[in-house]
């Protein structure tokens, strides 16, 4: 391999997510790079001398052996991933997509430039647009809940418009946010299934198809109307051991995963909106672009990042929906917990990031709650629903109850207590904590089952 070609690698692999290069292997053949010193250092060198700015990585030298068992030495080169695009000496710019380092040109390359925030598409100008394009009524309610003392000087500082001249021009974010009329290509599409996935032809599976169309805030406010009603509810068991209808998905959970899609997409592409699709057994909602900057799926529950930070400080301001986006994330997965369903799942590929949310716990789950069910309706038979509600609700309180108190709740002898306590450590409600058999300061705790979450 040449330095120029390693160098070109390594710019796709920091472009994208980073990665792992091995010199010194073909075809599956240990071939070394011991042969030339030389070559070995213009390799060593490459990210430095053909890459611009100069990737960021660790190179070592591993032994291994070859087909004739002798020690032959391979470069490995550990690429981080960059929040900055990295090009060559010729300017060209590549981006690792699956085992292809692609070439990007034009507007892939100024998607990727969106992406790692070097320039922020919010913040350009529609041609063509005016303030007399925007809702004033909801330009008037900005106003009114900023305190500012002109809508002009408002929608400036926020990045929502720009004065050229003489003339208000309106940034992408402001006409996204506040128009009479937004771009064809900002809309949300819903569409419901029967069934677990999406059959064509004959056997085509479309239960109902609507599209929502309007500005930002009109957008979101619609879909929580539309999924809301859509996604009805279901019996699951409640902290009384008992089954009891509550909504098929937590509220924040589906519509953050909305919130999110419609601040953060990308909107430089402009050939598809969001879609949601609505299946028996999970909610999907997709919106185009990458994951932005440095997120990815393994740190988005704690990285924060906004492709659009104009949309997001102005929508923020004048709804309250949009929180940091980590924070927002981190808040689904334990409202999905606190349901007893599965963890949200990320799905990235080259031109979309899709969110799934799960409507039924895994096997595990719905086997452990059906459980605790079974155990508590075993108990509230032998102290009574009244007792066994108020023991659950102290110890939900205090985290912790030691036997002769708990007995005194439930009316029970001390050795019935502590068999009583023994069944819900057995299904992971409590757990004993104790010194020694014969410990006399022994209490029974709460563990971090979901089961507490709730009462």
């Known amino acids: 391999m040449s330095p120029t070609a390693l160098a070109d690698s390594m710019i796709g692999f920091a472009n994208a997510d980073g990665g792992r290069i091995v010199v010194g292997i073909s075809n599956g053949v240990v071939e070394g790079v011991d042969s030339d010193i030389t070559h070995l250092n213009e390799l060593q060198q490459a990210a430095i001398n053909f890459s611009q700015p100069p990737v960021r990585h660790r190179s070592e030298l591993i032994s291994c052996k070859d087909s004739l068992g002798l020690e032959k030495n391979l470069l490995l080169l550990d690429i981080e991933a960059s929040e900055t695009i990295h090009r060559n000496r010729k300017k060209e710019c590549f981006l690792r997509i699956g085992d292809e380092n692609r070439r990007l040109v034009g507007a892939e390359e100024r998607e990727l430039a969106f992406d790692k925030g070097e320039s ?18 909801l330009i008037d309610e900005y106003v009114s809940r900023q305190g500012a003392s002109s809508k002009e000087a408002l929608l400036r500082s926020r990045g929502l418009s720009v004065q050229s001249g003489n003339e208000i021009k309106i940034t992408q974010a402001g006409h996204l946010l506040m128009a009479k009329v937004p771009p ?13 996935r999406v059959e064509t032809g004959m056997r085509a599976n479309i239960r109902e198809d609507v599209t929502l169309t309007g500005n930002i805030p009109q957008l979101i406010q619609e879909a929580k109307e539309l999924i809301s009603e859509k996604l009805g509810t279901v019996s699951r068991l409640a902290p009384s051991g008992r089954f009891e209808v509550m909504p098929v998905l937590p509220e924040f959970a589906w519509l953050e995963a909305i919130v999110n899609a419609v601040t953060h997409r990308s909107y430089s592409l402009q050939g598809d909106g969001i879609r949601v699709r609505d299946f028996e057994d999970r909610l999907e909602i997709e919106s185009p672009g990458r994951l932005p900057g440095l997120v990815r799926v393994k740190n988005i529950r704690e990285t924060r990042y906004s492709r659009n930070p104009h949309i997001a400080r102005a929508l923020a301001e004048l709804t309250g929906y949009v929180r940091e986006l980590n924070e927002g994330v981190e808040r689904m997965f334990e409202e999905m917990g606190r349901y007893g369903l599965r963890e949200p799942r990320f799905e990235v590929s080259d031109a979309s990031v899709r969110v799934v949310l799960f409507k039924q716990p895994d096997e595990v789950t719905l086997q452990r709650d059906a459980l605790v069910a079974e155990t508590l309706r075993f108990l509230a038979r032998r102290v009574g629903q009244e007792q066994l509600n108020l023991l659950l609700q102290k110890l939900s309180a205090e985290r912790q109850l030691r036997t ?26 409590l757990s004993q904590v104790l010194k020694s058999s014969t410990d006399p300061t022994r209490y029974w705790s709460v563990t971090d089952h979901t089961f507490w979450n709730d009462i």
């Open 404 to 429: 002769n108190e708990i007995g005194e709740i439930l009316g029970v002898s001390l050795p019935t207590t502590r068999s009583h306590m023994k069944r819900l450590e057995q299904i992971g409600l």
């Open 120 to 137: 922020k598409f919010d913040a350009t100008v529609v041609e063509g647009v005016s303030l007399a394009d925007l809702d004033h009524s």
């Open 184 to 196: 064809i290509w900002s809309y949300i599409r819903y569409v419901r299934y029967l069934g677990t």
